[in-house]
């Protein structure tokens, strides 16, 4: 019994910061209809820029991880605004190929300036943590939980309370439309990709003081992205939170009872699973349905 | 072989003019200069690059059929290849089947799987069947690595290839540059007959409206599982061949994403839905890729990728729709292809 309360709760709270990771991926899919396979790179990317900020300049990973989201948020702007734009309406395994590109770019590209090597972000608080009964709950996965929930909420708030938010939203809605009513799609694509980046970095750093990275992580974060954006419900980040904490206790529970290296076969059978009986997610459905787009 | 292939004439017509004449001309020329490549020009090692060549014009022509023709674009085929080499290796490795009694019960594994996974996923359109096939190949790699008495795990397996435990002997890279040469070719006439039959005219229509397709009385969920059907046996033979010719495999490597992506971007570089473009693609990309591993080991994947970038933003069509339409207007023009995608 201790053993699955603390699997649950290990779950929940690795669970919080894939639902950061997820969210902008699960944006990009519902607004744009792009599957960015670059997604877990751009975490990697914050993850190294945290690691890069606290080793060389002492920077703390809570400061560092809005220079990575700053920083991503340049980046995926100028990505999507010159180049994914480019290839917006061609088939869709044209997206696929054009972010698995920049995937391998990105990925190589960090390879050859940090090398493979696992690294991590250490931290004051690092090794603390609570006991509640016998489930133990270390400060840093806490409060890695806590800000990546409060970034989540922060985007919900952003998407229903904003100016910006709402022309993103009505981009995603229908294209056509928006554009008649003055939104600038090319920039709010470029603005939307660009969050989306931008929640990864600071995912990135977060991610980098509660465990090890290397380059190699990166398609593991975009296939976590993957299924937490399906169950969510694709552009829905109620969805993506839900989904978030759903895979994060099914990984738990699978690596306690089933052994470590059959989770993403669990994942993906949830995955599988889901697209077949409920292809829009568990809650709600996606902006994306078949229509015409102008 | 591409003008045959064009949609134009109607099914069950074969006009044989002066102009099939040549094509048939310069493909048996091709044919002889590649079966004589390997004796008199090619070092051992080369000829094992060119394997590698004809394997990927074999995953390309399969991919093309699902994603291709039928327009599901399937980002999980490497699970046909992948079974159909552990297929292979654990029959010649733990019964002491032969090569050539291996190989079509790998081919037939693969049909059964993309029977048995096609019924439901070919249910799901666009991204969600391509993450759903990604997924299954996924997992599918998962359950191999785990079933560590079966397949070795993530350790690998080897194929017994000397010594008197070999069931059937190593042919070696002249070997199998034959081996995969003809796949390659099987594959290709393959989805040149489908091109021209009544089936590809089906598939066809249903990558272009599949409710007007069902509507104007295909079976489409039969045309689907047959089209991936075909898909996973043509990719689990090279799976087969690929597991004899590395010997000892890895899951890691027979299941790996970038096979499938290789076979996509090939297929669509090349242009989807043609006979001659999987050709091209294969082609061109393996013998850069090649190219670039010898010459740039460390920047190999960097560049690559950014290949593919260039590639899929100045050539989204492929370059068979691309020389066609340079063709008809008499100019080239990149700008054009972008054009017609950007936002």
Redesign the interface.
């Known amino acids: 019994m201790t053993q699955f309360l603390q699997a649950t709760v290990n779950g929940l709270l690795d669970g919080g910061l894939l639902a950061l990771v997820a969210v902008g991926f699960s944006l990009v899919?519902g607004v744009m209809?792009i599957?960015n396979l670059a997604h877990g790179a751009f975490v990697l990317i914050g993850a190294y820029i945290g690691w890069k900020l606290d080793s060389s300049a002492g920077i703390p990973p809570l400061l560092a991880m809005f220079v990575a989201a700053a920083a991503l948020l340049g980046v995926g702007y100028l990505v999507q605004r010159y180049?994914i734009?480019?290839?917006?309406?061609?088939?869709?395994?044209?997206t696929?190929?054009?972010t698995?590109?920049?995937?391998?770019?990105l990925v190589?590209?960090l390879v050859?300036l940090f090398t493979g090597d696992f690294r991590s972000i250490p931290t004051s608080y690092g090794s603390d943590g609570l006991t509640l009964g016998d489930v133990r709950i270390p400060y840093g996965r806490l409060i890695a939980f806590a800000i990546a929930i409060a970034f989540t909420l922060g985007l919900v708030w952003f998407m229903d309370r904003t100016r910006l938010g709402l022309a993103i939203k009505a981009t995603g809605m229908d294209r056509g439309a928006a554009r008649l009513m003055g939104v600038k799609?090319?920039r709010v694509?470029g603005l939307t990709f660009g969050i989306a980046a931008g929640l990864a970095g600071a995912a990135g750093a977060i991610y980098g003081t509660v465990d090890t990275f290397s380059p190699a992580d990166a398609?593991g974060f975009t296939?976590q992205s993957?299924?937490i954006a399906?169950l969510g419900g694709l552009g829905n980040m109620w969805g993506a939170l839900a989904g978030g904490l759903l895979l994060g206790v099914v990984q738990a529970w699978s690596g306690q009872y089933l052994?470590g290296?059959?989770i993403?076969?669990v994942a993906?059978?949830v995955?599988?699973t889901v697209?077949?009986v409920r292809?829009a997610g568990l809650l709600g459905k996606p902006y994306y349905e078949a229509r015409v787009e102008v | 072989m591409a003008s045959v292939s064009s949609a134009t004439a109607p099914a069950g017509v074969r006009a044989i003019g002066p102009r099939q004449l040549v094509l048939g001309g310069v493909l048996l020329a091709g044919l002889v200069v590649l079966a004589l490549l390997p004796q008199y020009f090619l070092l051992s090692s080369e000829q094992r690059t060119m394997a590698g060549v004809f394997m990927f014009v074999a995953l390309a022509q399969g991919w093309n059929l699902i994603g291709g023709f039928a327009g599901y674009p399937s980002f999980g085929n490497v699970v046909f290849f992948g079974l159909g080499g552990y297929t292979t290796a654990i029959l010649m490795a733990k019964s002491g089947v032969a090569f050539w009694l291996a190989l079509p019960a790998a081919a037939a594994v693969g049909v059964a799987f993309a029977v048995l996974m096609g019924l439901p996923v070919l249910r799901l359109r666009g991204h969600y069947f391509a993450i759903a096939t990604l997924g299954v190949a996924e997992g599918v790699r998962e359950v191999v690595v785990n079933l560590d008495g079966l397949t070795g795990g993530n350790s690998g397996i080897t194929v017994p290839a000397v010594g008197a435990k070999a069931v059937t002997s190593y042919p070696g890279n002249t070997g199998f540059y034959f081996y995969f040469l003809a796949l390659a070719l099987l594959a290709t006439g393959v989805v040149w007959l489908v091109s021209r039959s009544r089936f590809g005219y089906g598939l066809r229509a249903i990558a272009q409206d599949e409710e007007a397709a069902a509507a104007a009385g295909i079976n489409t969920t039969r045309l689907k599982v047959a089209a991936f059907a075909l898909s996973g046996l043509l990719t689990a033979m090279a799976g087969a061949m690929y597991a004899f010719q590395q010997v000892t495999i890895y899951p890691a490597r027979l299941f790996s994403v970038d096979i499938t992506v290789l076979m996509v971007v090939m297929a669509v570089i090349g242009g989807t839905g043609t006979v001659i473009g999987p050709v091209i693609g294969a082609v061109l990309l393996q013998f850069l890729s090649e190219w670039l591993r010898t010459n740039y080991t460390d920047l190999h994947t960097f560049i690559f990728g950014g290949i593919i970038i260039v590639a899929v933003v100045l050539l989204p069509m492929g370059i068979v729709s691309f020389a066609r339409e340079s063709w008809a207007h008499r100019r080239i023009s990149l700008l054009d292809t972008i054009r017609a995608y950007r936002l």
């Open positions: 899919w209809n599957v180049l734009n480019l290839v917006v309406n061609a088939p869709i395994w044209m696929l190929l054009l698995f590109g920049l995937s391998l770019v190589n590209g050859l799609v090319r694509y398609g296939l993957f299924v399906v052994g290296t059959l993403n076969a993906f059978a995955l599988v697209l077949i292809p």
